[in-house]
């Protein structure tokens, strides 16, 4: 089985890398039993980047592997060490190459060396618990997970990027007009598909230089999938100009020069968007017997169409200087008339802090027909995704999240009571509440969510120490610090109770 070597379509699977977990570790060293969070941050996934190479010409690599994943972010650690950034994968596509999604929607049209997408965003890194860590949470004992990168499936269709574009019958001499143009070496024999895929040339005309393609099998019928046609006619979309390649010595029955212009101009019609495009025609094969006749018996006729007509011989290159002049007073012509562009004006509007608009709730009914609430949003589902539900301390930190974003004022206004159930993110994959409002999120162990208590109980030492701060006030002229705290050490147990009870 012959093996393609030109791919103009494929249908890919991108998957952008997973950001790294944040980790929750507390900083240890003698006499420092808790010295306080230190988990580092996860780092972000890698993310898919299109960008265009010269040097591709067929998407044949992405044929053949129709997956490409980025690789993830590392994971925090502690000591305040940030995992690693996951590497981006950038793929080279052709020029020309045209990104759609699974509707059809156009996602990016690159074309330009260099030109470049991010055509897939890697997920970001969790935050570990030092970064979570504030004056009212010392020491977080939970980390943010990773989120994960974009996933998606997208179609590439190459259109190739020519100035002009040739079109005509099987063997009517494209590909040797593009030899004998250019240094183009493409496939050449006798026998009709001799091109199976398009043949690019770059042609310089005085101070014009602009490339000509051919499209390889155009035959009655191939706007409607017949012969090689209906696959490659894109690839004149981007055509500044149609020439038309007539073959004068062609021995089939019932063709003639004006016979084979009407059919392939039929088809272009069929295919639609190509009418603004001027036409030149090239009566090739002028060279063969009875040739030059047949130029001046359908001259007139194609004049008459208002197409300018050019006799050629790719094997004696009679009439190509001509017929190059020609080609490039129409590229010139088309692209002095292209408007200049424009800088594009990047306009920064910042989100409102308010809330408005960051999410929705919307009431539902379950499987089971009982009343439900969904919630929608950027915000929320982000945070859904960054939550280890394992950890009751992570799972309290996302309901205060929630709250101070309003979800449950806004599920209260909209009649919601406790028990009912809430949904959160999409519906195929969503988080399921036990509405509860006004609770006090956050572990058992803890106070106020997220703080520790071990920073704020009495140890012994610290009483001791305030004892003989109140101590000094009462002692004598001739006692220092130590012998208030001697006097104090060597005074019975409950002294300081009675004395408190007979105040």
């Not at 920064?348 to 919630?375: C, I, N, Q, Y």
């Not at 915000?379 to 101070?404: C, H, M, S, Y």
């Not at 208590?453 to 004598?476: H, K, L, V």
């Amino acid at each position: 089985m012959a093996v393609p070597t030109f791919i103009d379509r494929v249908t890919l699977h991108i998957v952008a890398g997973r950001g790294g977990n944040g980790v929750a570790s507390v900083h240890r060293e003698k006499f420092k039993p808790l010295g306080g969070p230190d988990g580092g941050n996860g780092g972000p996934g890698g993310s898919v980047i299109l960008r265009v190479d010269p040097d591709v010409t067929t998407l044949i690599d992405y044929h053949h592997r129709a997956q490409r994943v980025a690789p993830h972010g590392g994971h925090g650690a502690g000591g305040h060490r940030n995992g690693a950034h996951g590497e981006d994968l950038v793929l080279p596509v052709p020029d020309g190459t045209v990104v759609t999604d699974q509707s059809g929607a156009v996602l990016a049209d690159l074309v330009g060396p260099g030109t470049e997408i991010v055509i897939a965003q890697g997920g970001r890194g969790g935050l570990g618990n030092a970064a979570l860590a504030s004056a009212r949470r010392k020491a977080p004992g939970f980390a943010l997970l990773g989120e994960p990168g974009d996933d998606l499936v997208v179609n590439f269709e190459l259109k190739v990027v020519a100035d002009v574009g040739l079109v005509g019958y099987p063997s009517a001499g494209k590909s040797s007009l593009i030899a004998a143009l250019s240094r183009a070496r493409p496939k050449i024999a006798d026998y009709p598909f001799t091109t199976l895929v398009p043949n690019l040339g770059v042609v310089k005309a005085g101070d014009t230089t602009f490339t000509v393609a051919d499209v390889p099998g155009l035959i009655e019928g191939a706007s409607e999938g017949r012969g090689l046609g209906h696959d490659f006619l894109r690839h004149i979309e981007r055509c500044a100009a149609i020439v038309h390649v007539v073959d004068l010595a062609t021995l089939e029955p019932g063709r003639n020069p004006l016979s084979d212009l009407e059919v392939i101009e039929q088809e272009l019609k069929r295919y639609g968007g190509l009418d603004d495009r001027p036409r030149l025609v090239a009566l090739n094969k002028v060279d063969v017997p009875d040739g030059r006749d047949m130029v001046d018996l359908v001259r007139e006729d194609i004049a008459a169409l208002g197409w300018k007509v050019i006799p050629v011989s790719a094997a004696s290159h009679e009439g190509l200087r001509e017929l190059m002049f020609a080609m490039a007073g129409i590229v010139a012509a088309r692209r002095a008339a292209e408007p200049a562009k424009e800088t594009q004006r990047i306009v920064l509007r910042p989100k409102s802090h308010s809330g408005g608009g960051e999410f929705t709730v919307k009431a539902v009914r379950t499987d089971e027909g009982d009343k439900a609430w969904r919630v929608r949003g950027e915000k929320p589902e982000r945070w859904i995704r960054q939550t280890d539900f394992g950890n009751e301390e992570a799972v309290g930190f996302l309901a205060d999240r929630l709250n101070r974003l309003g979800v449950e004022r806004e599920l209260v206004e909209q009649g919601a009571v406790e028990g009912d159930p809430v949904l959160i993110g999409d519906p195929a994959d969503a988080v399921v509440f036990d509405f509860k409002p006004g609770i006090d999120a956050g572990a058992q162990m803890l106070g106020r969510r997220g703080e520790d208590q071990r920073f704020a109980e009495d140890r012994p030492a610290a009483e001791r120490r305030r004892a003989i701060d109140e101590a000094m006030n009462d002692r004598a002229e001739s006692e220092v610090r130590a012998d208030v705290a001697r006097r104090l050490d060597e005074r019975p147990a409950g002294d300081g109770e009675a004395e408190d009870d007979q105040a």
